[in-house]
């Protein structure tokens, strides 16, 4: 039986993100043997993640980020069990190396996403890893990226919420690009504006507004007008450039860009916000 040095396991683990005890045992199985200790673990996370697989994962850390050019922003969401999990240091590390790799390799897909590698191991795989040395259940349930001239992502704090926002010009000032990706995960906008909006909604507004007017008496054909009304007022709530603008709700988010530049818009936006 081979002696099981202390600095042994220190690397197993560092290598494994395992727990001290879990490493010891596994280079204790297998005599010292790293690459079959590292199979070791492997299998408990695989063993683990069968176990847990009927589990809820409703608590997670949403991270975002934006690549070194600009010009490519993504939003990441790894999910747990629980929020004392959510909020570890290396769990939350572990979800924005997953971030790291979507930058940098940019995958049309989830699932493309998934099948990258993360220091030579396959992402899913990784995770089956972590849920070996977490003991709870751990899935990648989301990704969304934004490609423009321009593009800024900002984090609220908790890692709860994420947002990442595309622009048309390459020279934006990076407050006001703030600005616009705080508001974006502030009023929750439905899309960029009016002609952004999928038609079943647009029908399904102006359906809800005649059916109130007629309710409240109104004839008919008024009640057609009434509709469209309310939809107006609908899109200066829902969608982001013509919302109020959130630090001075006397202009509009348009108009906050056209202050900074006439040409200045907004190309496309993501949100994500963790309910729990």
Known sequence: MAEIKAADVAKLRKMTGAGMMDCKKALSETNGDFDL???????????????????EATEGAV???????????A???????TDFVAKNDDFVKFAKNILNIAI????ASLDELRNLELNGIKIADEITNQIGVIGEKIDLSYFDSVSSDYTIS??????K???IAGFNM???DLQVAKDVAMQIAAMNPIAVDQDGVDQSIIEKEIEIGKDQAIQEGKAVELAEKIAIGKLNKFYKESTLLNQQFVKDNKIT???YLKNQNKNLTVTSFKRYALDV
Not at 37 to 55: P, W
Not at 75 to 81: A, D, M, Q, T
Request: net charge positive; hydrophobic share 40%.
């Open 104 to 107: 940098e390799k940019k995958p």
């Open 63 to 73: 991270v975002a980020g934006v690549s070194a050019d600009s010009k490519f922003s």
């Open 154 to 159: 900002y984090i609220h704090p908790g890692n």
């Open 253 to 255: 988010v348009n108009e």
């Open 170 to 172: 390459a020279d934006v």
């Open 75 to 81: 939003i990441i969401v790894l999910n747990c069990e």
């Open 161 to 163: 919420l994420a947002t």
């Open 37 to 55: 200790a590292i199979d070791i673990l492997r299998k408990k996370g695989q063993k683990v993640a069968s176990n847990r697989a009927d589990r």
